[in-house]
């Protein structure tokens, strides 16, 4: 069966490769969001943060002999906490100076940990096994779908929604809006707004870690494996709207469809079509599809 000339195989896999990207897209950009959203800085950082959840991984399968399941829940947490440290030393003192501070700190940050791991461990990649429960496939009567595909995709929309839900639903995401749009008044009410602050950086970056492990048994682990999805994830944020939280989520996933359609039908043009997107959304609504207007 052909749809506009295309075998239905041929675009159901590319399809579910786009919701695949799409997760990844939606899990990245969510993190991204919620930093630029509490903090005001463009965390360049963040594909570098993906990279060292998939190394932090690696590390600890090759080391002290870690399972896939033990590595999912340690290196996001690891990456965490340094992402915790690295706000609490460094990005705290830029808070209130021009955002290209911000930038630059982060910048430098992925040129360290980018070339510190292409001296440790080649720029070729490192395999990483996919876990022996996922390694099969599933028939789904119209396409072949592998386990480990549908569990990232299921995993992720799970970790986006929770998120979701803690930042809009409950008394901690309460306060964190609060920080965000009234700090002073905040602390005065008894939080602690700076502890606040470093806390939602290391979650940031902790879903950024998170998407890493969950990339490593699909890329080879590499150090420039986040570069390459960094400014796809910047695009992401900016057409959802910055700071927006469903706007990273839903926009994360769209978009990641539209990309594996375009492969398709127009595969020269694949790489492009985010951009494009992005520029017709900044024309029309310059916020994001889901941002505030300002005044």
Known sequence: MDIFGIPIQALLG???LGIVNGSFYAVLSLGLAI??????IVNFAHGAF???????????????DANYWVTLAIAPLVVALFGMLFEFLFLRRLY???????LLLTFSLVLVLEGGFRVSFGSSGQPFATPELL?????LGFMILPLYRGFVIVSALLLCLLTWFV???TSLGASLRAATERSELTQAFGINVPRLITLTYGVGVGLAAFAGVLAAPIFHVNPSMGS??????FAVVVIGGLGSIMGAIVTGLGLGVVEGLTR???????STIVFLVMVLVLLLRPAGLFGREEG
């Open 135 to 139: 390694r099969g496939t599933l028939n």
């Open 35 to 40: 930093i630029f959203g509490v903090l005001k």
């Open 50 to 64: 993906f990279m060292l959840g998939a190394f932090t991984a690696f590390l600890l399968a090759q080391y002290l």
């Open 14 to 16: 590319q399809l579910m």
């Open 167 to 169: 930042i809009e639903r």
């Open 264 to 270: 398709v039908f127009y595969s020269e043009f694949s």
């Open 96 to 102: 209130g100076l021009d955002p290209i501070y911000g």
């Open 228 to 233: 390459s999805l960094v400014i796809i994830i």
